[in-house]
């Protein structure tokens, strides 16, 4: 796993601990609370949340949020959403097999979809 990525509910030590335990090299974004203080090594051994802490500062929440990647959870959402209300909430057919066909077939129907329903732009002046 390359990175976590949650909302504010996930802005716990033992959530980064945790992921910190399995994947010691995974970035964890999560966004700090707005009352949150850096830990108390934030001078000489910054954390990851310490890290978001000092960027926010820097760039405040909207420049840390496009610094960090947290925009892509907000892009994954609406994708999931997207498939829910068009394909479904679950899978109908039982067999590994054959829920790889019906992934394949819904992404390509999804896919398509997307396809025909891009504006095309031109410039007339």
Request: charged share 25%.
């Amino acid at each position: 796993m390359a990175a976590f990525i949650g909302d504010g509910a996930y802005d716990r030590d033992d959530v980064y601990a945790e992921v910190a335990a399995h994947h010691p090299d995974a970035a964890v974004v999560v966004p700090p609370r707005s009352s949150a203080v850096p830990s108390v090594a934030a001078e000489t051994a910054p954390t990851q949340r310490d890290a978001h802490l000092q960027c926010i500062a820097e760039r405040g929440r909207m420049g840390w949020q496009r610094a960090s990647g947290y925009n892509w959870r907000a892009l994954v959402e609406a994708d999931i959403s997207r498939w829910k209300r068009v394909i479904g909430d679950g899978l109908r057919l039982r067999t590994d097999g054959r829920q790889a066909t019906e992934v394949a077939i819904a992404n390509n129907v999804l896919n398509r979809m997307l396809e025909l329903g891009q504006r095309e732009y031109v410039r007339v002046a």
